[in-house]
């Protein structure tokens, strides 16, 4: 697998990196792109997603592994479990 291509929308809250997939097997080969898309959230957003997925946010924690602070805008973590 590679990434032939990537975009990212802002406004949309998404990313989307076109990937390659080969497979070569004897004489045979074959090679397929897809488009893979990342979607980010707002921290509430996300949260109620969680919630309406029947999980419950146990633990948000920044990329340090420390409790995220309410106002993080960068990478957080969450830690769920099911109901």
Excluded: N
């Amino acid at each position: 697998m590679s990434v032939v291509a990537g975009q990212r929308d802002e406004a949309a809250g998404t990313r989307t990196a076109l990937l390659r997939y080969e497979r070569h097997h004897g004489r045979d080969s074959t090679v397929d792109e897809r488009p893979w898309i990342l979607h980010w959230y707002p921290r509430e957003q996300f949260e109620e997603l969680a919630t309406t997925a029947g999980l419950a946010v146990t633990a948000v924690t920044d990329a340090d592994g420390k409790p995220a602070r309410g106002d993080d805008t960068g990478v957080v973590h969450y830690r769920l479990q099911s109901g």
